[in-house]
């Protein structure tokens, strides 16, 4: 991909709908070989972004998705202790002996995603993504700084493995909490903000494409809309594109009040949030005309 527009026409036939930032982003990332780190609200795109990039390079996906507690052993490299104990057992029964370094060998080795994707043989390098980083402990930040900047791991008992083909790295996060600043500084950065209404429009055209052109505008626009009440969890375009499938299966091919109350909880996830919609939809409908 030769500058940003190519990149922009790459995510768009494969169906993800690119800003100029995001363009630009993707592509310093694939040119500089840095890592990208991609925040923004639940539900911008960030996780699909990781996505149509691999579909795009047309190359294989590797996802980590993190969680609290993660550990080395699910995320960078375990060892295979049943092989080991079955090694040892096998080895009394000749009457031979191991040592260290025969139990501690590349054959008893399990890979996880991000020793995968540093032994990746491409020719063509994986998508690394590692989903939602802010739910990871800090602890686990710290694993992974030799390999943002050098892609490569350690293994204390086998040495040091760097990629001979670097893996294209993305890392997501929802800003649950604040990343360390040495991860920050391995990785280039883009903001997602919820996308402005034609382009959120034109999103949900692509993923309900049985939708009446009405429909999609002023659910598009009522989602938009809805975000500014202040929610517990803000609708983002996952909950508009379900939104508008629902719809769509229902037959609804324009907008009215009694659509938005039977089927809100495609867009309100909390009762508070029901509640707040649902009075934002009386107000509305108060309004003298």
Known sequence: ???PQAVRRRLDAVGYLADDGMAMAV??????GKPLLLEGEPGVGKTAAAKALARALDTTLIRLQCYEGLTPGEALYEWNYQRQLLAIRLAEARHASLTDADLFAAEFLQERP???????????PPVLLIDEIDRADDEFEALLFEFLGES???IPELGTFTATT????????NRSR??????????????????????????????????????????????????ALGLDKAPGMAEAIDWVAALSVLGVADLSADDVVRTIGTIAKTPDDRAAVAAALGAHQERPA
């Open 152 to 154: 490569g791991i350690t």
């Open 27 to 32: 592509f310093l990332a694939l040119e500089l």
């Open 114 to 124: 991000i020793l995968r994707a540093v032994r990746h043989p491409g020719p063509v």
């Open 178 to 227: 604040d990343l360390h600043d040495a991860l920050r500084r391995r990785c280039l950065y883009h903001w997602i903000d919820f996308p402005q209404t034609d382009r959120a429009t034109e999103i949900v055209r692509r993923a309900v494409p049985g939708a009446t052109e009405g429909l999609i505008r002023t659910a598009t626009a009522f989602v938009g809309d809805v975000r």
């Open 1 to 3: 991909m030769k500058d």
């Open 166 to 173: 670097p893996p294209v790295v993305v890392l997501t996060s």
